[in-house]
């Protein structure tokens, strides 16, 4: 079945540091992908998604990139902020709709001043 | 403003006693999903439902019920809880499970004594 993969938590910058958290997925054909995010005390919020191979997504400086080859959707920010400290979730959907999303286990970002 | 509503936020019960946890959307989804939380674990999908009277198992649904007899309300039904069911619930909301947004609660941290 489809199923994600993300690294390990928590990961803890210093602000303007450049994030990376990696994620890998395993699908059958051409899913779309996600990253979620949820901050202290809220629920989940869509920050960025790519529905097709080499598409990137983008928002608030964060961006990831739909890789086929090597089936992985990266998330990077090139200077993070205090206010980016949050959980982070890598998500896939089937495109025909005919299952719900697949999340990670999620990734917590402490970024300190 | 288009939202997804959990009721209660908190709730502290005992083992063995009913609980209801409400979830409606107002965004006219078809499809909406309860998810539970823990750490180390991530989201995990309880109960899911792609249209009014159609609902199906995720992959934890054991001691939960779900129904959906209109379209907005989405309740979670805990018939006999116990302490392993403490944890943090979502219930979710989208169009549909391809490439569009899923919208989140905020959450019901649920525990069970």
């Known amino acids: 079945g489809n199923s994600v993969t993300q690294m390990e938590g928590p990961v803890t910058l210093s602000e303007e540091a450049f994030l990376t958290i990696n994620c890998t997925y395993t699908a059958t054909g051409y899913p779309s992908l996600f990253w979620y995010v949820q901050y202290p005390g809220e629920g989940l919020q869509l920050l960025l998604k790519a529905t097709k191979a080499d598409d990137k997504g983008s928002n608030k400086g964060f961006e990831a990139t739909y890789r086929k080859e090597t089936t992985s959707f990266h998330l990077e920010k090139g200077s993070v902020q205090v206010s980016d400290s949050a959980v982070y979730f890598c998500?896939?959907?089937?495109?025909?709709?005919?299952?719900?999303?697949?999340f990670g286990k999620g990734t917590r970002l402490s970024v300190i001043a | 403003e288009a939202q997804v509503t959990q009721n209660p936020r908190y709730l502290i019960t005992v083992t063995g006693k009913k609980l209801t946890v409400t979830c409606s959307q107002n965004?006219?989804?078809?499809?909406m999903s309860w998810y539970r939380q823990d750490p180390g674990l991530g989201l995990r999908q309880i109960y899911y439902s792609m249209n009014v009277e159609v609902t199906d198992k995720g992959d934890v649904p054991e001691g939960y019920k779900v129904s959906r007899k209109e379209k907005r309300n989405f309740p979670l039904i805990l018939e006999s809880p116990s302490p392993n069911q403490t944890s943090l619930y979502f219930c979710?909301?989208?169009?549909?499970?391809?490439?569009?947004?899923?919208?989140f609660g905020q959450g019901t941290r649920l525990t069970v004594v």
């Open positions: 979710a909301s989208s169009l549909s499970w391809g490439d569009t947004e899923a919208f």
């Open positions: 998500a896939l959907s089937d495109q025909q709709g005919n299952t719900p999303l697949v």
């Open positions: 965004m006219n989804h078809e499809y």
